[in-house]
């Protein structure tokens, strides 16, 4: 690599004796290096393209040549996956609940996160405590009585039920890192707001709720993904009625009826219909979405 | 901001405050209490039992086995994780051709960032159905792709030698891309110069980044293992829907188990959350212990 053809000269010293072999070895590396990378980029994407490629071929072609390509387009098998197995259905549903479920996520959060960063009261602490130690408890634990609480509520198998809990669940990373996001904002322009004569609610509604825009993206886009990617409590609360369900239920039951009816293409192509939306919606985002997800993480 | 602020903190307070002590707070106490009865399910009555569960999950060969593959999963995820994390991170930030310029960026970086982070906006269940057909014994990838250089392929999932890996394999794959796009980050707060000196002084890169790169990482560093840890303790969707704990138990995890003993063919309310206070507390000394070890003084640049 050009690395080799650097002037020793501009370097008189005894270090450059030493230097050289280093050199070679980042240049041996460099090679390497795009090799590794090139290998994991493979690894993830296979698997992805050979889904979405079997889509369009029929049994026969997935059976016999798993690697090959499709000798024509079939687009029916996305018929028989949209319509026949009701991935269609699926995905509407899971679209009207995270829409309802994030919106009022956002709007629980940020109201309370705007609470607690902004207003001092008797027992601030404790309450923002109750909240922020709902972080450290896996949904597991709350399982059992949570399936007989929404049951006796009367939400069982219906999406109000759902949106209230994944809501519910979201409210402690949601205040915790809005409340963090409220107090960056400056206290000046919220004082000559009120000055101005400005209510406390109007200024949280024209003043300082747009002033949170990046963080309250951030937020929304890392629980759009965990709830429209949630399993666990569908599984569990929304269980009758298959109507009703979710798109990962859906799948799942796409999945388990082809072990009995060999559909393979049907079941690649229920794959590919929930996969592609999220992809485009991600590289369109990229940037937003993996600010979002690794805030998430440094919580 | 004094007067008439009660009005606006009453209502923005107690709507959030009722739904989160209504769905969160009041499970995770009458788990608690449900965890020291023997509550058989919809009708039956609970009857205290105090901690007979405990004593029963004690002696519990599948909840132990369960355990021993969550213990395995907790060596080995986050190591290999953030080991491959950090790698891909450090060839991306630091790969790319030394010239007089100093350290930079691999070409195609930002290519390859956006493809390693995919696993990370699909849904579980998409990744554990997808795998399932990747490992599948006729027709999958990886069995056809060993045929055609013309070796012998195993079951994979079908067999419980190699199930257990197999599974392990799909958790590391879908955490990387995300591990290499969060260390990268922190990688990008780190003042080139450093790099560049380091390089000067003709260290390998392998000594860069163990006594370079990863003390500056330090807090991010940790801050992985503590996720990795409590999903390495968790894994139960990937498990439950690529082999359901089978074959003969070899994948099983405890979070299945607990499932199963809730959900399964016996509603085992009491006995199923035991393994859940269980669960809670082997997950909270996990955070907290990988955190205490992990501690180390704060690095800030100047």
Known sequence: MTTLDQPTATAPNPVTSGDRPVRRELGVANALSHGFLLLWGLLTVLPLLWMFISSFKTNGEILADPWGLPGALHLDNWARAWTGAHIGRYFLNSLVVVTGSVSLTMLMGATAAYVFARYEFRGRQVVYYLFVGGLMFPVFLALVPLFFVVRNAGLFNTWLGLILVYAAYSLPFTVFFLTAFFRTLPTSVAEAALVDGCGHFRLFFRVMLPMARPGMISVAIFNFLSHWNQFLLPQVLLQGDASKWMLAQGLFALSVSQGYAGDYARLFAGLSIAVLPVLAVYVAFQRQVQAGLTAGQLK | ?302
């Open chain 2, 1 to 302: 901001m004094k007067h008439g602020k009660w009005p606006l903190i009453v209502t923005f307070l107690v709507p959030p405050v009722l739904l989160y002590v209504f769905f969160v707070v009041s499970p995770y106490f009458q788990a608690f209490q449900i965890s020291t009865t023997d509550w058989l399910g919809y009708s039956a009555d609970a009857n205290p039992v105090g901690l007979a569960n405990f004593k029963t999950l004690w002696h519990d060969d599948y909840v132990w086995n369960a355990l021993k593959n969550n213990a395995i999963l907790l060596g080995l995820v986050p190591v290999l994780t953030i080991v491959l994390g950090l790698f891909f991170a450090t060839m991306l930030a630091m790969g790319g051709r030394k010239g007089s310029a100093g350290v930079t960026g691999v070409r195609g970086g930002a290519l390859y960032r956006t493809v390693y982070f995919f696993p990370q906006v699909l849904s579980v269940v998409i990744i554990a159905l997808l795998w399932k057909e990747v490992y599948h014994p006729n027709k999958g990838l990886l069995t056809t792709a060993l045929h055609g250089l013309g070796l012998p392929a195993p079951t994979w999932l079908g067999d419980p030698a190699t199930a257990f890996w197999c599974v392990l394999a799909v958790m590391v794959w879908s955490n990387v891309g995300f591990y290499v796009v969060l260390f990268g980050a922190a990688m990008s707060a780190v003042p080139k110069e450093i790099y560049e000196a380091v390089l000067l002084d003709g260290a390998s890169r392998f000594t860069t980044l163990r006594r370079v790169t990863l003390p500056l990482l330090w807090d991010t560093v940790q801050v992985a293992w503590v996720y990795l840890a409590i999903f390495a303790l968790d894994g139960f969707i990937l498990v439950q829907l690529m082999t359901n704990g089978g074959p003969n138990f070899s994948t099983d995890v405890i979070g299945v188990r607990m499932y199963d003993t809730a959900f399964g063919s016996e509603t085992k309310f009491g006995y199923a959350s035991a393994i859940g206070v269980v669960m809670f507390f082997l997950t909270l000394s996990v955070a907290v212990l990988s955190l205490r070890i992990g501690r180390r003084e704060r690095i800030e640049y100047s």
